[in-house]
């Protein structure tokens, strides 16, 4: 017989998000039961941003080696142990672990469960031994690779992000399905650890991101020996010898055919609401995922979606915290929790990192806006020239009355400096502001600086202006 729960709010999913509202309405004194299936932590902890970017911390290391002459210290053939580089990923993941582990949440005073969960009815659900009835139902089940229906796929040894991180043997040739975010990082970190990488993209490599930007980071990759193609369509995979795998492609109307040791497919995600029977609680489901207001609210009122799960949403593990956040509010203080999409930043952590916030040229321009757009280079920033890290710039995308509508950045520690901008977006700050403002030097901060001056340089030319400061020379 099930074990009856009746707690003020149970959360379906351990990831990031669920994570934080668990432990948030813990913290209150207010009943709380997780359920999560898999591992604590979700994908970002174990199979996404903390391997990931485990893994290009390393590789960056294997290139700083490789290419110190240029500062006067001799270049250094890297000796690449890729069990130990794999040792290093786990150990990152292990150190933090403890942090959303069972034990921790328990002590919070979570209840954990750790079935996979699935709605009885609109205020049920069940997991296996436990039936919860709560108040509230706050979904926050992520996300999964998606696996697009490529003829012989099914018979071909393939990798995703959650298995490519299992390896420990260096892959000779790496073939990577897919030229976004994830597949563009895992090329280059492979490629700087000493194999052989071919990205093959149907369309254009990082094609959600502003061109111009983009096309920087592409064509570094291409420098490191990253082969990629474009609008490149595979018709079909196959094994090959006795443990290769052969691309079969079709571009520019020509069969092409590349042979690899290994294959990763990194083709986006999908929402991770299959096992969940939403239909029996009135749930609204599309195949992207779930439906949302912009309150995070489902179909049924009393139940709540959060995270990479929510339908046409951005699949970021800081939006699953930011989800978390409002949806907090609305359980516990009754607070209007509405969701602002145009505040989100993201990044992809190739080197050079490419980060964005807000609305691109080309998006306001689409909206009928008009806009001004104002660069700066990190060739002409004195801090990037002292660490020869200067390929990249930053651009803003600035409307009417000066307001900052959207900024993006390539280059050494854009994600980093893109949380600047993220303030000022969110606080719909204007250009005067940031030309007002003191920035350290040097820093590649200084950019967004110069870049905001460059708003205001045509004033220097105008007549109107010069007339002005000749009458207010009269006054001494």
């Not at 893994?55 to 290419?67: D, F, G, I, P, T």
């Not at 696996?147 to 018979?155: D, R, S, Y």
């Not at 040739?173 to 280059?188: C, N």
């Not at 806009?371 to 995308?397: C, Q, Y």
Request: aromatic fraction near 6%; include cysteine; hydrophobic fraction near 45%.
């Amino acid at each position: 017989m099930a074990t009856l729960l009746k707690p003020d709010v149970c959360v379906i999913g351990a990831g990031s998000g669920g994570l934080t509202v668990a432990a948030a309405v813990a913290a209150f004194g207010v009943p709380v039961v997780l359920i999560e299936r898999g591992r604590m932590g979700g994908d970002c902890l174990n199979y996404g941003c903390v391997p990931s970017k485990s893994m290009l911390a390393a590789a960056k290391q294997a290139q700083r080696v490789s290419h110190s002459a240029r500062f006067g210290v001799a270049n250094v053939d890297p000796q690449v142990d890729f069990d130990q580089v794999m040792q290093h990923v786990r150990d990152v993941i292990a150190s933090i672990a403890p942090h959303d582990s069972v034990e921790r949440f328990t002590e919070l005073g979570v209840k954990v469960i750790q079935e996979e969960a699935h709605f009885r009815d609109a205020g049920t659900v069940v997991a296996g031994d436990y039936e919860i009835r709560a108040r509230r139902f706050v979904i926050a089940t992520g996300s999964s690779p998606m696996v697009p229906p490529i003829a012989g796929l099914e018979t071909t040894p393939y990798f995703t992000n959650e298995t490519i991180f299992e390896r420990t043997e260096k892959p000779e040739h790496l073939v990577v399905i897919g030229g976004g975010p994830i597949g563009l990082e895992l090329a280059q970190a492979h490629r700087r650890l000493g194999a052989r990488v071919s990205v093959v993209e149907a369309q254009t490599a990082l094609g959600k991101d502003d061109p111009e930007l983009a096309s920087v980071v592409v064509e570094t990759l291409r420098e490191e020996g990253v082969k990629i193609l474009e609008n490149a369509k595979v018709q079909r995979v196959e094994s090959h010898g006795t443990s290769g795998v052969r691309i079969h492609v079709e571009r520019d109307g020509k069969p092409l055919t590349i042979e690899g040791s290994h294959l990763l497919v990194a083709t986006g995600r999908r929402a991770n609401v299959g096992a969940l029977a939403l239909e029996r609680a009135g749930i609204d489901f599309d195949p992207s995922g779930i439906k949302v207001s912009n309150k995070l609210r489902t179909t049924n009122r009393r139940v709540y979606a959060i995270g990479d799960v929510v339908s046409g949403g951005l699949q970021f593990t800081h939006v699953a915290n930011y989800h978390a956040g409002l949806v907090v509010r609305a359980l516990l203080f009754r607070l209007p929790a509405m969701e602002k999409r145009d505040i989100i930043p993201w990044v992809t952590y190739t080197d050079p990192e490419l980060a964005h916030i807000g609305l691109t040229e080309a998006d306001a321009r689409k909206q009928g806006m008009a806009v001004t757009v104002l660069r700066s280079p990190l060739a002409e920033n004195d801090r990037a020239r002292a660490e020869r890290a200067t390929a990249g710039f930053i651009k803003l995308v600035v409307g009417r009355g000066g307001r900052i509508l959207g900024a993006s950045i390539v280059g050494s520690e854009a994600g980093e400096l893109i949380s600047f901008w993220s303030l000022a977006i969110s606080r719909r700050m204007k250009i005067q502001d940031i030309a007002a403002y003191v920035a350290p030097y040097p820093t590649r901060s200084e950019i967004g600086k110069r870049a905001a001056i460059g708003y205001f340089s045509g004033m220097a030319a105008k007549p109107a202006v010069h007339g002005l400061i000749r009458f207010l020379r009269l006054f001494g």
